[in-house]
């Protein structure tokens, strides 16, 4: 089994359209949780960190649930621009920082 | 955006070239960390280093050698590359390097590497 595992996609949804995908992790002792994108060819860029207690920043809301060990990303009212690989990323330690693979979402007019 | 920058973006080097990367961070981070991204791959963290001193090596050939002089500056030495270290090597930095949300990590565009 992967320390993290994530729905490669693709998603394909129209704009205006809620998307949810979720990323689960092994290790019960992991840490901090946070959602990247990543374009095309571009670097990662931070998204937003995962809280507890759960976190809301806009359009995009972040859950975790350590009892299942699964974070989540939702993502309302889609716009084009939102079309990217959404990475989700599990810190355990300073040598255990484990990205997944990767969920690609892709927005049509 | 110029947080975090690498030297140079495109790089092509024969497998008995000696080459190095660069990466400068003007966010005032004490963390500075090596990832490789291979096509169809995850990211993989290489070498985590902290207030120039290195914290973790993640099982990576002696072929890649890093070097952190100070606390702004990362460089990835690289010599008798084979054709598999082939990627995209990309350079990070975060507040801490400990976790939490210091752990925030911001990266470099990335130098795309190609061993002939």
């Known amino acids: 089994r992967k320390e993290v595992e994530q729905d490669p996609g693709p998603f394909n949804v129209p704009e205006g359209a809620t998307v949810a995908f979720n990323c689960t992790y092994s290790?019960?002792?992991?840490?901090?949780f946070f959602w990247y994108r990543q374009d095309c060819r571009k670097e990662p860029k931070l998204l937003m960190s995962?809280?507890?207690s759960g976190n809301e920043d806009g359009r995009f809301t972040a859950q975790l649930n350590r009892a299942s060990q699964y974070i989540s990303l939702l993502i309302r009212d889609s716009k084009l621009s939102d079309s990217a690989t959404y990475l989700c990323?599990?810190?355990?330690?300073?040598?255990?920082?484990?990205f997944g693979s990767g969920t690609r979402l892709s927005i049509r007019p | 955006e110029t947080g975090v920058t690498q030297t140079p973006r495109h790089l092509v080097m024969g497998m008995t070239n000696k080459k190095s990367l660069k990466c400068e961070q003007h966010?005032?981070?004490?963390?500075m960390y090596w990832y490789k991204q291979s096509a169809k791959k995850p990211l993989e963290l290489m070498f985590v280093?902290?207030?120039?001193?290195?914290?973790e090596n993640n099982s990576v050939p002696s072929r890649f050698s890093p070097e952190c002089p100070n606390s702004s500056h990362l460089f990835l030495h690289l010599h008798t590359l084979q054709p598999e270290d082939s990627a995209l090597y990309l350079c990070?930095?975060?507040?801490?390097?400990?976790?939490?949300?210091?752990?925030?990590?911001?990266f470099g565009p990335g130098t795309r590497l190609t061993v002939t």
């Open positions: 990070a930095s975060s507040q801490d390097w400990r976790g939490g949300l210091q752990n925030e990590q911001y």
């Open positions: 290790n019960s002792a992991s840490q901090s």
């Open positions: 995962v809280y507890s």
């Open positions: 990323v599990v810190f355990s330690s300073a040598s255990k920082i484990i």
């Open positions: 966010l005032g981070h004490n963390a």
């Open positions: 280093y902290s207030l120039e001193e290195r914290v």
